[in-house]
């Protein structure tokens, strides 16, 4: 399970790579408060899949 664990993760985070681009096309005056929200809220979901 932990390596199905690790495989979904990569899937949900290429998908919200490709989501969080197209938000900065759209609305390039929020790109920077986006940006600052996505790497802490991955980063926060990193530590927690890693224990």
Known sequence: TG???SFNYSKTI???QQN???EVEH???KSVQW???A???IT???K???H
């Open 14 to 16: 290429s998908y919200n």
């Open 35 to 37: 940006g600052i929200k």
């Open 3 to 5: 390596g199905n664990g």
């Open 44 to 46: 926060s979901l990193g």
């Open 48 to 50: 927690m899949s890693g």
């Open 39 to 41: 790497n802490s809220f």
């Open 20 to 22: 969080y681009i197209s």
């Open 27 to 29: 609305q390039n005056s």
